[in-house]
């Protein structure tokens, strides 16, 4: 009789089992239906971009990188031209009445509002040269900095001899992006050789001392967007007059020095730039400024031959010379 009301007792607590871990079933399913439901929902709510009433050509390059961000996206971009001063109220206000978790910055001015949104709305930039001491420590963001590892591999794809590259910088501005070249620069096989300078007059006394050192064919020097260290009409001449007459090789992020003499350039590809700022607004990545990926190369044919290299021109959006 005891064993019968023992077997009964477990045949009981066996059901009681059954339906337990068929709800803790269902409740999983339904928690993850409703996770799942969430994630679409939000990966395809509106996403606002603010950018600020400029002339052509940055204008243009603003729309492109609207286009880019309709593009990275499922759902409706609704637009916000800032005008004049910025008032918190009224930002709010746009926000919400839109339903906007996600606001993207475009351009420097736009990127001065970005303390007055709500805390709640997730607010990333772009369309500027962006750095993480300069800027808000709470900020997604996308620099107009190319990134260095593809910088390099464009490098080693032009010129395969080069083992070292030289760099003049300014910590205010590129001291971030030193860090991440030099991991780029181990995994491409090179030797990065950084130059720290405080201000113009140390940078063009630090080129002039590079350049009378460098070796051709071996080093390659770098020209970073510097404001600090690299100006348009008294030290870029100096670098490719002695480039030019040393056989040098020269590589920069502003494909306008690519027209006027080095090696190659690499430069925003603006509708990229706004898919990769669409994907970080969706994204749950931690604040910070991450270097460009979604870049355009240009190459100088004549430079090229001066320093008798064969490149591949197909790998290459714009030449110099212009056929």
């Not at 969706?282 to 008798?308: C, D, E, Q």
């Amino acid at each position: 009789m005891k064993r019968k009301c023992f077997a009964g007792m477990a045949n009981e607590s066996t059901r009681v089992l059954d339906k337990c871990r068929l709800l803790f079933i269902l409740i999983a399913l339904f928690l993850a239906t409703r996770a799942i439901v969430t994630f679409a929902a939000e990966e395809s709510g509106p996403i606002g971009v603010i950018y600020p009433e400029v002339d052509e050509p940055y204008l243009g390059i603003f729309l492109q990188m609207i286009d880019g961000i309709k593009e990275g996206t499922r759902g409706e971009v609704v637009t916000y031209r800032l005008t004049g001063g910025a008032d918190a109220n009224a930002l709010n206000a746009w926000a919400h009445d839109r339903s906007l978790k996600r606001i993207i910055l475009l351009g420097r001015q736009s990127i001065k509002v970005a303390r007055l949104f709500d805390p709640s709305i997730r607010v990333v930039a772009g369309g500027a040269l962006i750095t993480p001491a300069a800027d808000m420590p709470t900020l997604g963001a996308v620099s107009l900095a190319p990134d260095p590892e593809l910088l390099f591999k464009t490098l080693k794809r032009s010129a395969p001899s080069v083992e070292r590259v030289i760099v003049i910088y300014s910590p205010t501005q590129n001291r971030w992006l030193m860090e991440l070249a030099r991991e780029s620069a181990k995994r491409q096989g090179l030797e990065l050789i950084t130059h720290e300078v405080k201000d113009l007059r140390a940078a063009v006394l630090e080129y002039q001392d590079v350049l009378a050192k460098m070796q051709s064919k071996r080093d390659a020097l770098w020209l970073p967007l510097d404001a600090n260290t690299l100006n348009e009409e008294l030290v870029l001449p100096l670098i490719l007059k002695e480039a030019w007459e040393k056989s040098l090789l020269v590589f920069s992020c502003n494909i306008s020095h690519a027209k006027k003499g080095v090696l190659f350039s690499l430069y925003p590809d603006n509708q990229g730039w706004g898919r990769e700022l669409a994907r970080l607004a969706y994204s749950a990545k931690p604040p910070g400024v991450s270097p460009l990926k979604a870049l355009r190369s240009a190459i100088n044919l004549r430079t090229a031959s001066h320093l008798g290299l064969t490149v591949d021109q197909t790998q290459f959006n714009t030449m110099f010379p212009e056929p």
